[in-house]
């Protein structure tokens, strides 16, 4: 999928202090060379320069140079001497920094608003998910709750030192993701909606490019990453939400399509006579699965859209539902195993489609995983074709309601680890970049 920067900020501090006597495409070499060395580091270290250059094919002064400047950027550290058990003097061993370098990923759902930040290796630095009726507030209030959030969290990594990288936004609908523009977004009640643009204008670095993409494709890319299916080059992932979307993984890569707008499977028509979308339609799959559909059946009495209620995080409403399953009422397990079978049926029709291993469940079917897989397994047995459906599995996620700004902070790690040049140059590098030619 396309993650183009959404801003117009030119953040390749390299680019604007280069020399115009310097050739445009030995700048794009050094890039080149600069990431291909990063990424090495990331995947191998510790490791040492020389190790680096054998890896890479690069002589050993142009990985000194290009570590000197990696250095520079705060993306690559030393971290002692390597032993590698043979006769000589040790290596000094490189390893991925990115302890100053951060990367933020947000999301804007139905229900809540979540952030996420993450140094460069991945690891979880903040992590945040406020209970807000983005369906009933219109975009004006929920950018502005956006806005506030991303202050918020871009504040509280300047206090610890770290910097982010970028921002990148996950939304439940369809996203031009060149303008950062939210093409529709059903269950939001949005159109044509700037998201970019207006976190551009919070109060926070301009420099901080900004991306928005859809959050299902977004989960899928953390799943594929680091989740319970990660490295599995085809499968599906559902979000379990108010709406339900889909990301698609094969062959390794997301299935992103033409317009970038593949994986609306939520709105696929699987009851023609059932209930009404707010997409429009009639009897889309998200109807019988969304978690609107669950709450509806098992806890009719607190429905959405049946009047005044306190705003509430989907993980408290589904302990209010495992409540009244403890204490005995009926329509919470009728509930579940209505949308067990429906979810089968619609998952038949992705495993005809796709040919998926592996449905990765999110949101809140990862956490009545236990409860919808049985029935939804055996639709998926009955309907689907044999061979694919027997080779296809249901897993539930672990990275629960966090997976879409998971992903979204990955983006903004890969577009890092894809452009080095990207981060900004914190002290003069001390190896052939500043005078005379650089090296590539």
């Given at each position: ?6 801003d ?6 390299m ?43 690069l002589?050993k002064?142009?990985?000194t ?28 061993a490189?390893?991925?920094?990115g ?15 979540a ?34 959030m ?13 910097t ?12 031009d ?42 989960a ?38 033409a ?5 609306e ?13 707010r997409c429009g ?65 619609g998952?038949a ?18 956490r ?22 027997e080779?296809?599995r ?23 680890l ?15 970049v ?7």
């Open positions: 999928m396309n993650h183009s920067r959404a117009g900020h030119a953040t390749d501090s680019s604007r202090g280069r020399s115009a006597g310097v050739p445009a495409d030995q700048a794009t070499v050094r890039r080149s060379n600069l990431a291909l060395v990063l990424r090495h580091v990331s995947a191998r270290g510790p490791c040492t320069r020389s190790a680096v250059a054998a890896a890479t094919g002589n002064a142009t990985v140079s290009l570590v000197s400047e990696l250095q520079a950027r705060g993306l690559v550290k030393e971290m002692g001497p390597q032993h590698a058990g043979s006769v000589g003097r040790p290596g000094v490189l390893a991925l920094d302890s100053r370098v951060g990367a933020l990923g947000m999301e804007v759902n139905v229900d809540y608003i952030a996420i930040a993450t140094d460069l290796a991945g690891r979880v630095i903040i992590d945040r998910r406020i209970g807000f009726d983005a369906m009933g507030s219109g975009p004006e209030r929920s950018l502005s709750e956006l806005a506030r991303a202050e918020r969290t871009v504040a509280d990594l300047d206090r610890l030192g770290v982010p990288a970028g921002i990148t936004v996950a939304i439940p609908g369809l996203i993701t060149t303008t950062g523009i939210v093409v529709v977004a059903p269950n939001l009640g949005w159109r044509g909606v700037a998201v970019a643009e207006r976190l551009s204008q919070a109060n926070i670095a301009g420099d901080i490019p900004v991306a928005v993409d859809n959050d299902a494709n977004l899928a890319l953390a799943e594929y990453t680091s989740g319970v299916a990660a490295g599995t080059s085809d499968l599906v992932y559902l979000t379990g939400e108010v709406g339900v979307g889909g990301g698609v993984i094969s062959g390794g890569r997301l299935l992103s399509g317009d970038g707008f593949a994986g499977v939520g709105h696929v028509m699987i009851d023609p006579s059932g209930e009404p979308c339609r009639v009897g889309c799959w998200e109807t019988k699965v969304g978690l609107a559909a669950l709450v509806r059946m098992a806890t009719p009495d607190r429905a959405y859209g049946t009047g005044p209620q306190l705003v509430r995080d989907p993980e408290e409403r589904l302990a209010e539902m495992e409540q009244r399953r403890a204490e005995g009422d009926p329509r919470v397990d009728a509930a579940v195993a209505e949308v067990g079978r429906w979810l089968g049926i998952a029709m992705l495993v005809n489609l796709f040919n998926p291993r592996v449905i990765v469940l999110g949101g809140y079917f990862a009545l995983a236990d409860l919808l897989i049985p029935a939804a397994q055996q639709a998926l047995a009955r309907l689907g074709m044999s061979d694919a459906a080779r296809c249901f897993v539930a996620s672990d990275l629960g309601f966090g997976a879409a700004s998971r992903g979204a902070a990955g983006v903004v790690v890969e577009r890092a894809s452009d080095p040049t990207s981060i900004s140059i914190r002290m003069p590098p001390t190896i052939g500043v005078e005379g030619t650089p090296m590539a």
